[in-house]
DNA sequence: GGCCATTTGCAACTGGTTGTCATCTGGATC
DNA sequence: GATCCAGATGACAACCAGTTGCAAATGGCC
């Protein structure tokens, strides 16, 4: 029950050292972050901070998100065709298969892309800053079965 | 001279095969994609096509593109903070490595990224139906050098 | 050349996001 | 605790890339 609070926390105090201030629609985002494990959009973060404060406004997540986004405590996914997708960062890095009928993501990283990706660039007179790699897919269905 | 004119003709000859009207605007935007190899967006591929036709709308140049990119003539390629950019198919599939600083799409290729990414859909019991590898980087200086 | 389904240009609209601004508030200071 | 004010907020207008409704124009088959 304080499960969250503290994971909570642990970024609140990060940000409120490093002198950014919490206030209270701050903190219900963070709260909402901390408790989420999927890819929400800035809509759906608003909906669930809604739910617990009504007065907070979208305006307020987007400014929020920008500034998490900056200070590096999220990472924004622009899928394609649809709005920005947040979660929150402190895993290690990873690319996303995204199943184009549900919507749902999932996580997958392999080492041997990123040195390959860090190869290529290297060859072609670049230094990567970030990089992107998605997988649309479906679903498969056993074969042979129903 | 009648270098370009052949090769719109090309396209042009498909589509208008499979019944697509190919009308004034059509074509000025078909004889553009066919000059160019970069990867223009909409507004740019308008802006050139003004240069020829002054009468052509910037309607007319997003709805050209989704017809095109429906019959399989261009990709759509969405990179990250701004409009798409287009570039004309029939070149064998590529990824992008974009020059943060101007812009610049260099093409590239790797067979073993491929297959990489096709294990790993496999792995998560997926199809992949299409994917997107987009590097984003700044051209390395030369050490020691200037 | 005539016809009519399609396409066009224009303007109004959309969805996601950012900007403006008057008001409010976190938290440092007393 | 009460005071204060830089910075944050909510309401809403503006923005941008892209889409759409509509009346007028046109490609291409007869």
């Not at 409120?16 to 219900?28: D, L």
């Not at 999927?38 to 929020?64: G, K």
């Not at 970030?130 to 997988?135: A, D, I, S, V, Y």
Request: hydrophobic share 30%.
């Amino acid at each position: 029950m304080t499960k969250h609070q503290t994971k909570t926390n642990e970024l609140e105090v990060e940000l409120r050292r490093a002198g950014v201030r919490i206030t209270r629609p701050r903190q219900t985002i963070l709260r909402i972050l901390s408790e989420t494990d999927d890819h929400p959009d800035a809509y759906e973060i608003f909906r669930r901070a809604s739910a617990v404060d009504s007065s907070i406004s979208l305006s307020t997540v987007y400014r929020t998100m920008k500034l998490l986004e900056q200070r590096g405590a999220i990472h924004r996914h622009a899928f394609e065709g649809g709005p920005s997708r947040f979660e929150h960062a402190g895993e290690e890095h990873h690319d996303h298969l995204i199943d184009v009928e549900t919507g749902d993501v999932i996580e997958f990283r392999s080492e041997r892309i990123e040195a390959l990706q860090d190869e290529i660039a290297r060859e072609l007179g670049y230094d990567i800053l970030h990089h992107r790699l998605e997988l649309y897919g479906r679903k498969r269905r056993a074969v042979g079965k129903r």
